[in-house]
């Protein structure tokens, strides 16, 4: 079966320390996501990859990072920078734009893992 | 003003009621528009892409409006298993300009 796979589904990390979330999917999407979601909020994207070796900042980049060697996986790296870091994060993969250049390009849909729930010690 | 609004609810309505939600955005270049369901403590599921003239999925129809920047959900003989988070999202045409709205929960009561 296609999909999306995250874990751990629940992580606890102490004060310093770095976590690493996996995202793996096998749909052979050349586009991936992470997102952070906070109660009430909607999702907030914090890093994205069009394709493999090559990845950008989103709106809350800051404490996180994330690396893309291989076009299955999309590891988050959660830092001791991050402050806040408590929050439900979601992957998701897509086929990408699609169309032409400009105004007629669209996103195509994202399909999004099981998501991992960091609480913080 | 928010770059994609919804009522938040809770939006509490009885098995069989018909139930219409809305969603603004404001960025007016945005191209594409979806609809997610989310499940408590799960993740977004896609529900229905919007597309320009109108869509039905069984009990759902999608409706877009460029004029006014909104689209809608109308959800016809609700059913329990459709108590859920309705996400609106608006795309345009990068990858980091897809817009998750905050949500709307429904309940539907028995």
């Known amino acids: 079966d296609g999909g999306i796979t995250q874990s751990p589904k629940y992580l606890f990390r102490k004060e310093g320390q770095n976590v690493t979330l996996s995202c793996e999917q096998n749909l052979n999407h050349d586009a991936m996501y992470w997102y952070r979601q906070d109660p009430g909020q909607g999702l907030r994207l914090i890093y994205y990859s069009q394709i493999v070796n090559d990845f950008q900042k989103g709106d809350i980049a800051e404490g996180y990072s994330v690396s893309r060697e291989k076009k299955e996986s999309f590891p988050l790296t959660v830092t001791s920078a991050q402050k806040n870091p408590t929050a439900f994060y979601l992957c998701?993969?897509?086929?990408?734009?699609?169309?032409?250049?400009?105004?007629?390009?669209?996103?195509?849909?994202?399909?999004f893992g099981p998501g991992t729930r960091l609480l913080v010690l | 003003r928010k770059e994609v609004e919804q009522d938040p609810g809770p939006f509490n309505v009885p098995e069989g009621a018909t139930v219409a939600f809305n969603c603004t955005y404001s960025n007016s270049a945005s191209q594409s528009f979806f609809w997610y369901r989310q499940d408590c403590r799960k993740e977004p599921k896609l529900l229905m892409s919007?597309?320009?003239s109108g869509n039905e999925d069984g009990r759902f129809t999608a409706q877009l409006n460029r004029a006014s920047q909104y689209i809608s959900l109308l959800i016809r003989d609700s059913k329990l298993s459709d108590s859920a988070t309705y996400l609106c999202?608006?795309?345009?045409?990068?990858?980091?300009?897809?817009?998750f709205g905050p949500g709307t929960s429904l309940s539907v009561i028995p």
């Open positions: 919007v597309y320009s």
């Open positions: 998701a993969s897509s086929t990408g734009l699609a169309g032409d250049l400009g105004p007629g390009r669209y996103q195509e849909t994202q399909y």
């Open positions: 999202v608006v795309a345009g045409t990068s990858y980091d300009k897809v817009i």
